[in-house]
T-cell receptor
Framework: DAGVTQTPRHEVAEKGQTIILKCEPVSGHNDLFWYRQTKIQGLELLSY????????DGGAFKDRFKAEMLNSSFSTLKIQPTEPKDSAVYLC?????????????????FGSGTRLTVL | GDSVTQTEGLVTLTEGLPVMLNCTYQSTYSPFLFWYVQHLNEAPKLLLKSFTDNKRPEHQGFHATLHKSSSSFHLQKSSAQLSDSALYYCALVASSGSWQLIFGSGTQLTVMP
């Protein structure tokens, strides 16, 4: 089974550049998440889509970070302009929408991430 | 609001000793909790999750018990293995109904020979 696919695996950018990260969720999954991972902050939610609709836009990340989901099988995360403090691993994850049962919750499947270095 | 606290950033222990990684939470409604594990250069993946009937989840020798009285979901294993060295995240399903996960800051477990 194909898992979550993220490209590129590594990205190096100059300060001020625009970069676009890509994600293909698990086929059939309805929820898609973008996280930023750093040693200090751990996993920080950037964006959250349900059935292609933006549910959460990450608050503090709104000004330079923009995630889009043009179809159910592809999402992008644009960072514009990049700053050195954006250096981190960016993880994409997907899951099924949980069932109607109040106490059920579905597993989150993560991609291998994109390691971004901003010089 | 909902939150997850992992007090230990780094845990180092010797192979064969028991493991306990702490996780406490705050949740408006009845909580649903997860442990995710991330080995070096790999994606995080689910290790185990809490059950609604309070059964104790177990996987790969790890288990965790949801204690609502103390708002805890500590991860335990009776005997650590070298291959258990990894980053462990505790996570909570948000009470807001959006089903997004709220992650703790993570605990890096290093098992020494």
């Amino acid at each position: 089974d194909a898992g979550v696919t993220q490209t590129p695996r590594h990205e190096v950018a100059e300060k001020g550049q625009t970069i676009i990260l890509k994600c293909e969720p698990v086929s059939g999954h309805n929820d898609l998440f973008w996280y930023r991972q750093t040693k200090i902050q751990g996993l920080e939610l950037l964006s959250y889509f349900r059935s292609k609709s933006l549910m959460e836009d990450g608050g503090a990340f709104k000004d330079r970070f923009k995630a889009e989901m043009l179809n159910s099988s592809f999402s992008t995360l644009k960072i514009q302009p990049t700053e050195p403090k954006d250096s981190a691993v960016y993880l994409c994850a997907s899951s099924l929408v949980p069932g109607r049962e109040e106490y059920s919750a579905e597993t989150l499947y993560f991609g291998s991430g994109t390691r971004l270095t901003v010089l | 609001g909902d939150s997850v606290t992992q007090t230990e950033g780094l845990v180092t222990l010797t192979e064969g000793l028991p493991v306990m990684l702490n996780c406490t939470y705050q949740s408006t409604y009845s909580p649903f909790l997860f442990w995710y594990v991330q080995h070096l250069n790999e994606a995080p993946k689910l290790l185990l999750k809490s059950f609604t009937d309070n059964k104790r989840p177990e996987h790969q020798g790890f288990h965790a018990t949801l204690h609502k009285s103390s708002s805890s979901f500590h991860l335990q294993k009776s005997s650590a293995q070298l291959s258990d060295s990894a980053l462990y995240y505790c996570a909570l399903v948000a009470s807001s109904g959006s089903w997004q996960l709220i992650f703790g800051s993570g605990t890096q477990l290093t098992v020494m020979p």
